[in-house]
């Protein structure tokens, strides 16, 4: 795993920090405010954090091994003999911390600037020799089995066939492009057409050359401009992620991008974006964005180029995230290319109309359903747990998803529903009372979760209200994107016997809590005028457990009936994530399970087993899934045209179509809605997760 750095668009569910307005923002580089960072991370880390990590040599390691990563992420600039060099600061650095006296930084960078300074000059020497596309050849892309080359000829033999390969796919997607524009203008044959084709062909590739010499030569430019303080700001993230993925050092950033953090709107995309092994990866699409709107972009997407309209894209391959999300925003109303590949390699060009977030469709919406029986199940779809903070703070009435909820179970009951499905899926969570409040309107009182903060100390939050606003069976439908408060949720009505949960093998499993802390507070008042904004750390300091007592920290929460989608075969979740916090269980709590009308878990598990065993669409995903697995093993690619065709063509024809056409409703963005937004049932029917539901629904009388 590399080194995942967000963009937090979102509020944390607990902010201790003050408003950085005022503050002056640093000088291009300053030592000793970056060894007062030093020092001040050092301790605080250590003091803050829920698990106290002591800063020692086994941190240290850890954070080197972090740093390493997101010093050459993919193994295309420094030798062996480089980190044995940079080796010898592994276990220096919580030395280097304590004292204040950060050397690995400017070692680091030294190194990796002379070798991209070689890979530049190797590159205008391959492009002076040539390249024979026909030759056959293969290149593993996988760093962790490539490895780093043991020396300058091996590293030039990787950007050879780098480059070729990357010269074969812009001449292929050259010709896609020809071919289009030739069908959608219905050129007709003329005389001498075959030979012009040709000479076409011979162009499409030289200027397939050119494209890739620019962006390799842009590339390596944008990376020569990297400042020391961006290599020590890399350098105290890796050591902050050291504890958790979760905690961050946070350097002082612009005001419009103070300003979009408060707020957590931008006229952009509305994605949730991170680094990730030298790439730029989609982790979730925000509700009532527009790409969520749009439909085509979703999570573990890479972006590979972004251009404005018809424009040349950018290639953003490499680009640290700041400036990648600056190409990616923009005026509301103006569109967006989005080159991306998908999870299974397919690559798309998505076009989307930047735009704010749309408030309505971030909110709760529901419908009613029929099944076979002709029941009426009413349907709840949660996008996330949202709470206006500052209407709140203002004596507003603050909208909120406990009381959107209410509303909507208000409106389907009018129509004598028989059952409730709540749908978590893609939900990444959000108010933790919000959490607690909404399982309250399912239970007749009693405790929700128990939140353990880093004195050992647990606080049960409870459900205090004993009236049960819907008291009919419930289904609750979660994904791997289910996260945080929707896990709180499914988990509190899983362990009550409240509600049947059916969903993908696991939620994400992000079972803690950050809270924010402004580094300024630690410099005394005499030496805050001398200092200039040392920026913020973001720290886990709770962590979440089930009123059963087990975390739904890294396993996330187990469905009760499993359904294949066709993400499983990809690493993605809590779990997967470097130096993540470990699973764990505190006491369990009593509690009386829910005595009211319930369906009966063990059938519903052999009725769905059956159900699943026999539907067409879930046998395709299992085939699908298979042949993902495999695609997923071979990381050795050819490198020849003929080869890279015939990849091309594999992917189009088999996973191309499963993953845009054919997949499930968790994947997809507009699944369930009219082109006005509003949901559809007829729509809504279509998804296989669904259709579950509704068949279990129609087999299961109450207990």
């Not at 040392?534 to 996330?556: C, E």
């Not at 669409?617 to 495999?630: F, G, P, R, T």
Request: proline share 4%.
């Amino acid at each position: 795993m590399r080194i995942k750095r967000v963009i937090i668009l979102y509020f944390f569910t607990f902010i201790f920090a003050s408003n950085l307005y005022g503050k002056v923002m640093p000088a291009e580089f300053d030592a000793s405010r970056n060894r007062l960072i030093a020092y001040i991370l050092s301790h605080q880390l250590s003091i803050q954090h829920f698990e106290h990590k002591a800063v020692n040599d086994d941190l240290s390691r850890d954070a080197f091994k972090l740093y390493l990563e997101q010093l050459d992420p993919r193994k295309h600039f420094l030798l062996t003999t480089d980190v044995e060099q940079l080796s010898t600061f592994s276990t220096q650095i919580d030395d280097e911390l304590l004292k204040g006296n950060t050397l690995l930084p400017d070692a680091g960078a030294l190194i990796l600037k002379e070798r991209i300074k070689a890979v530049s000059e190797i590159v205008e020497r391959l492009y002076a020799n040539g390249f024979d596309f026909n030759k056959e050849e293969y290149l593993e892309v996988d760093p962790d089995k490539s490895g780093y080359p043991s020396n300058p000829r091996e590293l030039a033999e990787r950007w050879r066939k780098l480059i070729k390969m990357r010269i074969i796919n812009n001449y292929l997607d050259n010709l896609e492009k020809a071919a289009k524009e030739k069908n959608d203008k219905e050129a007709k044959n003329k005389p001498g057409e075959e030979q012009q084709n040709v000479v076409s062909d011979s162009e499409l590739l030289k200027q397939a050359i050119e494209k890739t010499n620019k962006d390799y030569k842009s590339y390596f430019a944008r990376l020569l401009k990297d400042t020391r303080q961006e290599y020590y700001n890399r350098y105290f993230e890796a050591v902050a992620h050291a504890f958790d993925p979760h905690t961050d050092f946070m350097p002082p950033t612009s005001k419009e991008d103070f300003d979009i953090h408060m707020r957590g709107t931008l006229e952009g995309i509305g994605a949730l974006l991170r680094e990730d092994g030298g790439n730029i990866k989609v982790v979730r699409i925000i509700p009532g964005s527009a790409a969520k709107r749009q439909g085509q972009l979703q999570a573990e997407d890479i972006i590979l180029g972004v251009a404005e309209g018809d424009g040349e894209p950018v290639d953003i391959t490499g680009m640290r995230i700041r400036e990648a999300v600056s190409y990616i925003r923009g005026p509301k109303g103006t569109e967006v290319r989005l080159t991306v590949q998908k999870p299974d390699s397919v690559k798309k060009v998505i076009p989307i109309v930047r735009d704010v977030v749309q408030i309505e469709d971030a909110y709760v919406k529901s419908t009613v359903l029929e099944n076979k029986s002709g029941n009426k199940i009413g349907y709840i779809r949660v996008p996330s747990f949202y709470r206006d903070f500052a209407g709140s703070r203002n004596g507003n009435e603050a909208r909120n998803v406990t009381n959107d909820i209410r509303s909507a179970l208000t409106g389907v009951k009018k129509q004598k529903i028989t059952s409730v499905i709540l749908d978590l899926r893609n939900n990444g969570g959000g108010s933790l009372s919000d959490a607690v409040d909404v399982s309250g309107l399912f239970l007749p009182g009693g405790p929700v979760v128990q939140v353990k903060n880093s004195h050992g100390i647990i606080n049960i939050l409870e459900d205090t209200d004993e009236n049960v606003f819907y008291k009919g069976t419930v289904i609750v439908l979660v994904n791997t994107f289910s996260a945080s408060a929707s896990e709180i949720l499914a988990a509190a009505l899983q362990d009550y016997d409240r509600a049947l949960v059916i969903g993908a093998q696991h939620t994400h499993g992000k079972g803690t809590v950050q809270g924010l802390f402004d580094l300024n507070k630690n410099v005394s008042f005499f030496n805050l005028k001398k200092i200039s904004d040392l920026g913020s750390l973001k720290i886990t300091v709770q962590k979440f457990y089930r009123i059963n007592g087990g975390s739904t920290q890294y396993k996330g929460v187990s469905p009760d009936i499993i359904m294949p989608t066709i993400y499983d075969y990809l690493e993605s979740g809590e779990k997967y994530l470097d130096f993540s916090l470990p699973w764990d269980q505190v006491k369990p709590l009593e509690h009386h399970d829910w005595q009211g009308a319930t369906l009966d878990r063990d059938k519903a598990k052999k009725l769905a087993a059956a159900w699943l065993e026999n539907n067409l669409e879930v046998q395709k995903v299992n085939s699908d899934l298979k042949l993902a697995a495999v695609r997923k093993e071979k990381t050795t690619v050819p490198v020849y045209l003929e080869g890279v065709k015939s990849d091309r063509l594999e992917f189009t024809s088999t996973s191309g179509k499963t993953m845009e056409d054919e997949q499930l409703h968790d994947l997809s963005g507009k699944t369930g809605e009219n082109e006005d937004g509003k949901l559809s049932p007829k729509l809504l029917q279509k998804d296989p997760m669904i259709q579950l539901t509704l068949y279990l629904l129609a087999q299961l009388s109450n207990k």
